[in-house]
């Protein structure tokens, strides 16, 4: 009599079974992946920072120890543009783009062959990232922006030339701040460009960053990098329309409102 094998496959409710398993596993997964996938995102972003920090000090040691971090004023309205490397519409008067010091450290002294580590990885806006569409790089220097991923502090104060708007250019209205004015624990780069824009009140671009919310990388001028969680600087510059958070940063002032100086006095 002849036996009857068992089928060794499986059957439709163990395949569904398998399936769902593995969905289970999957979901208690993914949040883990994308922490760590996070977290990773915000070690190699503190390593960038490092090097633009690093980059700014390099300058300043070819430079007599001037960096170059600027607060621009424009439109009788104060706004920051300590992240722009050429500015669009505003010409010298020999008719060379406008070019902050920040610019001149990377384009003139070719300290990195590319500014594309000076961007955050966690970053999604094309504004934010390095060679977008709305962000070019090589730019053309005469006709566009571009701005850098990180941000500079904003210590010296620049005016339109002849004080008017249409200005044919700006003009510093102090020397570069040197690196020996520093203290070691003040904040001289960031991760964030807290950027004030024109408009009838200056608005932040702070609520835009990714990762705000959570916390920022910021270099200090003992050139060490740490990570500012966010309940330090929530309270005095998060609000869309805050233009006290980017007023001119001079080290010598009694004044002390603002992010950078929250950062200070967390490094402290």
């Known amino acids: 009599m002849a036996v009857k094998s068992r089928s060794m496959g ?21 949040p883990a992946l994308g922490k760590a996938r996070y977290q990773a995102n915000m070690i190699n972003c ?9 980059a700014l000090q390099i300058y300043a040691s070819e430079n007599r120890g001037a960096v170059p971090l600027t607060f621009y004023w424009g439109d009788n309205i104060r706004r920051s543009e300590n992240s722009v490397v050429n500015k ?10 406008f070019l902050p010091p920040l610019g001149d450290m990377i384009l003139k002294t070719r300290i990195v062959p590319s500014p594309k580590p000076f961007f955050c990885p966690l970053e999604t806006v094309p504004s934010r990232q390095f060679n977008t569409s709305v962000n070019r790089w090589p730019l053309d220097t005469a006709n566009s922006d571009f701005i ?3 941000g500079t502090r904003p210590v010296v104060v620049a005016r339109p030339i002849g004080n008017v708007m249409p200005a044919t250019g700006y003009e510093l ?10 203290k070691s624990y003040q904040a001289i780069a960031a991760d964030v460009i807290p ?15 990714s990762h705000a919310l959570k916390g ?3 270099f200090f001028a003992d050139s060490s990098v740490s990570f500012v969680p966010y309940k330090i600087y929530k309270d005095s510059y998060v609000n869309v329309l805050y233009p006290a958070g980017e007023l001119p940063n001079q080290l010598n002032s009694t004044n002390d409102t603002g992010i950078w100086f929250d950062y200070d006095r967390y490094h402290r």
């Open 10 to 30: 499986f059957t439709l409710v163990e395949l569904l079974v398998v399936i769902g398993v593995i969905a289970v596993l999957i979901a208690m997964l993914l």
């Open 46 to 54: 503190a390593s960038n920072v490092r090097q633009f920090g690093l």
């Open 88 to 97: 669009r519409g505003h010409l010298l008067t020999s008719g060379a783009p």
């Open 148 to 150: 850098l991923g990180y």
């Open 173 to 182: 209205s102090m020397p570069m701040p040197k690196l020996t004015q520093f």
């Open 195 to 209: 950027r004030n824009l024109a408009g009838a009140v200056p608005a932040n671009q702070l609520p835009a960053v």
């Open 216 to 218: 920022v990388n910021v």
